[in-house]
């Protein structure tokens, strides 16, 4: 159903019709018989670290020195992921964002002992199928994305937590402001566009940057009382029912194709 609204759309990817990818598309019961073959192995089992770790012993036994053994974990560290695996050097963490169909990046993130040429490979086929990937030189908690992510969440939280202001002007501050810019351009980007280039930036504005930072406080409690607040505040907008959550997400989604198609038609330059 969903590849069938993705092509009356005009948003399928790759080159084949939906029949085609979906005669593609088969499972089994065996492991051994669903790697079979494979040059690239996506494990996508829940996040929890037994569990994938058991996945990769498993694969470890089954696989030749050929096969990429990605994860698609979004937190986990390939040190803890892969340790002791006689293939480590084929493996490698590439977390997907999620609806991955809509939001093309992807972070591969190494394990100490991951062979370079592993994350070529996975690096040239994430681009081949249209993903975005992007490397991580080293592993770190959280890796990029989230470690992003949940600085702008912990700011938010601070914000809403000390009566800056409201859940809902503070969600507008990111859907009406910074996340329209950060569409098409990054944060570090964006420094070099709002002056007169990197260097004219950071002399303008890197001492009023400090000054701001330092009165950030330490990471929030997520208290009780913050959390009934601001979910009184979503709930209004969205009642968290599974049909209210369900609708909003596939708003969402719709929402994320159109842009998804308009940053293609937008080519980088």
């Not at 040059?39 to 020195?65: G, M, S, T, Y």
């Not at 592993?118 to 991580?136: F, N, S, W």
């Not at 402001?177 to 709002?194: C, D, K, Q, S, V």
Request: glycine letters at 6%; aromatic letters at 6%.
């Amino acid at each position: 159903r969903e590849l069938k609204s993705l092509e009356e759309a005009g948003s399928l990817k790759g080159c084949l019709s939906v029949q085609e990818q979906l005669s593609l598309i088969s499972g089994c019961s065996s492991l051994q018989e669903a790697v079979e073959g494979a040059v690239h192995i996506q494990e996508c089992v829940p996040e929890n670290l037994e569990l994938k770790k058991k996945i990769f012993a498993q694969l470890d036994r089954i696989v030749d020195d050929r096969v990429v053994l990605s994860s698609s974990s979004s937190c986990l560290l390939p040190s803890r992921l892969f340790a002791g695996l006689v293939h480590v050097r084929q493996c490698l963490v590439a977390h997907p964002v999620n609806p991955p169909y809509y939001v093309p990046l992807v972070e591969l993130v190494p394990h100490p002992e991951t062979a370079p040429a592993t994350v070529d490979r996975t690096h040239a086929l994430m681009t081949k199928i249209g993903q975005c990937p992007v490397r991580l030189l080293k592993e770190v908690d959280g890796f990029a994305l989230n470690r992003l992510q949940y600085a702008v969440i912990s700011e938010a939280w601070r914000l809403v937590e000390e009566g800056v202001l409201s859940p809902t002007d503070l969600d507008l501050v990111m859907s009406e402001g910074l996340g329209t810019r950060y569409a098409f351009i990054g944060p570090l980007e964006t420094m070099h566009l709002n002056a007169e280039g990197m260097l004219n930036y950071c002399d303008r504005y890197s001492e009023g940057m400090k000054r701001v930072l330092k009165t950030f406080g330490p990471i929030p409690e997520f208290s009780r009382d913050t959390v009934e607040k601001v979910n009184q505040a979503m709930c209004m907008k969205v009642p968290d029912d599974p049909e209210n959550l369900a609708a909003r997400r596939q708003w969402r989604d719709d929402c994320l194709r159109r842009l998804s198609k308009l940053k293609r038609q937008m080519q980088p330059q």
